[in-house]
Structure formats: structure tokens, C-alpha cells
């Protein structure tokens, strides 16, 4: 059978064709508005400009921002507004006129990684992704563990720091507020002064403040990830999300991450992503 993989992006929707050995067969995409039924005549027309590529019977996976409350069947947690409190897979089920399997972006990452990507040897593997959010997804055995309530993998809302920065989410404390993509800029800026991009500020790390900005985020996402390997022991963690292209994350990151693990034995592998962008639409195809 093809496999449709559809990832809906904040910017751009893109769209992806492949065959039973996963070999890509057409590729597509199209900006992404902030208007929620066009949202949806968007991805029917793409699912329908890739179906007619297809020689057989498609299935249709969909990488979304957010996740589908189990309790209600609405999307929740969306950084894309319009799509917050909204029955997307009911939607786009019914204008697609076909059943659709629906994760988030980390769960559909790990999926990529655990199938196509660097983690595809493992059998137990935790997607992270660090970005403009902290997030993560499970696979188990090429399946995506969701939890019962849906929200496994959530290490981003861990509390690390309580009466710390506050969260989003209403708490405090929480891994994403210090290790995400915004949290390390805007301790950077608290530090110096100065609003620079994570990029930047790696780069050239010999600002006076830069072994305090350094030291701290190594402390926090050793904690997190530590917290992760404690619960979860997986065979391998890959990083994935702009914040994974911080070299130092690789050696002294996966030490100090080490040396927080409740063990004699601390060698879980922390890898970068081989998919990196292409991940989502990947994943998707693979639910």
C-alpha cells in the first residue's frame, strides 16, 4: 500500500508519496494560513493531488501541532491558534473521505527516526525535540506510545525548577521554559543585553557571562534528559528542533546528563537527528 504523510507546519504544509519500500514518489507542499477551514481545503487538495500519483490504495497520516484531547477529540495544546478546540481529524476525515491516523510533531519525529533515521536499530526510542516548544514522542517496537492519557513523552512540562520561570502551561518550572529555543535566547538577553539568535550566541561563546549561560542550560538539560532515562531507560535518545544543532549538547551535554542518571551503568546513546526537517512528513507517512 502508499503511504500519504502530510505535516502541517506553521508556515508551510508539505506533503509526501511513498511506495511499500518507502521510496518518495512525489512530493508537495503549500503555505500554511492561520484560517482553520482553509486549513483544511488545503490538505484535501494536496491528499488529492497525491493520490492520483498513486497506483493502489493510499493511507493518510497527519503530523499536527498539538495534540487530540482524548477526553474530547479536540486539538489542544496548538501553537497554531485556529486549530485549538477544533475536531481536525473529524474534519479532515470527512472533506479526505477516508479514515486518517493523527500525532503530533514529536511523536511523528520519533516515528521517522525510529523507522528511517538514525534510531532505525533501536527498539526503544525517545524523540526529543527543542525548538520554539520542548517536546517528545516514544516508540516502542515501530509503535508510537501515546499513554493513556496522550500525552507521553511530554518531558517539556517536566518540573526541574519549582518556583521557577513560569510555563504557558500555567506551572513553573517547567524544561521548556529553560532549554527551548526562546528560553536560551532570552537568558542570553537577562545575562548581556543583548537579543541575539541561539546561532549566534553559540558561535561565539566569549562574552564575560557566556560560562554562566552555558553552564546553566548544560544543568538543565541534563536534569531533563537524566529524569527521562530514569523513568524510561530507552536504547537511544534522539535530538531533534533547532536547539539539537548545539554541538556541546553532544559530549559535555551527554556527560553531565550521565552523571544525573540513577545507575553504575550511564551509556544511553544521545544522538542527532538524520531526517532533521523532513522528519515530520516522514513520521507521518509511517503512522
Not at 147 to 174: D, L, T, V
Not at 188 to 217: C, Y
Not at 244 to 260: A, M, Q, T, W
Not at 273 to 280: R, V, Y
Request: hydrophobic share 40%; with cysteine; glycine share 12%.
Amino acid at each position: 500500500m502508499f503511504k500519504i504523510g502530510i505535516d502541517l507546519g506553521g508556515t508551510k504544509t508539505e506533503g509526501i508519496l511513498l511506495n511499500d519500500i518507502h521510496k518518495v514518489i512525489e512530493r508537495k507542499r503549500a503555505p500554511t494560513t492561520q484560517d482553520y477551514k482553509k486549513i483544511i481545503e488545503s490538505i484535501a487538495l494536496l491528499v488529492r493531488e497525491l493520490k492520483s500519483k498513486a497506483n493502489g490504495e493510499a493511507s493518510v497520516g497527519v503530523c499536527t501541532p498539538g495534540v487530540v484531547s482524548q477526553k474530547t477529540g479536540l486539538i489542544k495544546n496548538s501553537n497554531t491558534q485556529c486549530l485549538i478546540g477544533m475536531p481536525l481529524q473529524k474534519d479532515l476525515e470527512r472533506s479526505i473521505g477516508q479514515k486518517i491516523s493523527m500525532e503530533n510533531d514529536a511523536n511523528c519525529f520519533a516515528m521517522a527516526e525510529a523507522t528511517l533515521g538514525v534510531a532505525k536499530n533501536y527498539g526503544v526510542v525517545f524523540g526529543v525535540i527543542m525548538g520554539t516548544g520542548v517536546g517528545g514522542g516514544i516508540v516502542i517496537n515501530g509503535k508510537v506510545h501515546k499513554g493513556r492519557s496522550n500525552i507521553a513523552g511530554e518531558w517539556g512540562h517536566h518540573i526541574i525548577r519549582p518556583q521557577g520561570n513560569k510555563c504557558y502551561c500555567g506551572k513553573f518550572g517547567c524544561v521548556e521554559t529553560y532549554i527551548s529555543g526562546p528560553a536560551l535566547e532570552k537568558h542570553w538577553k537577562d545575562l548581556t543585553g543583548k537579543s541575539q539568535p541561539l546561532s549566534a550566541i553559540v558561535e561565539n561563546l566569549s562574552d564575560t557571562k557566556a560560562e554562566e549561560w552555558k553552564k546553566e542550560f548544560l544543568e538543565n538539560f541534563a536534569i531533563g534528559l537524566a529524569n527521562v532515562i530514569n523513568i524510561l531507560d530507552p536504547d537511544v535518545i534522539v535530538l531533534g528542533g533547532g536547539v539539537s544543532n548545539v554541538p556541546f549538547l553532544y559530549d559535555e551535554g551527554k556527560s553531565l546528563v550521565y552523571k544525573n542518571v540513577f545507575s553504575d551503568l550511564a551509556d544511553t546513546p544521545i544522538v542527532k537527528n538524520h531526517l532533521g526537517d523532513s522528519a515530520g512528513v516522514f513520521g507521518a507517512a509511517l503512522l
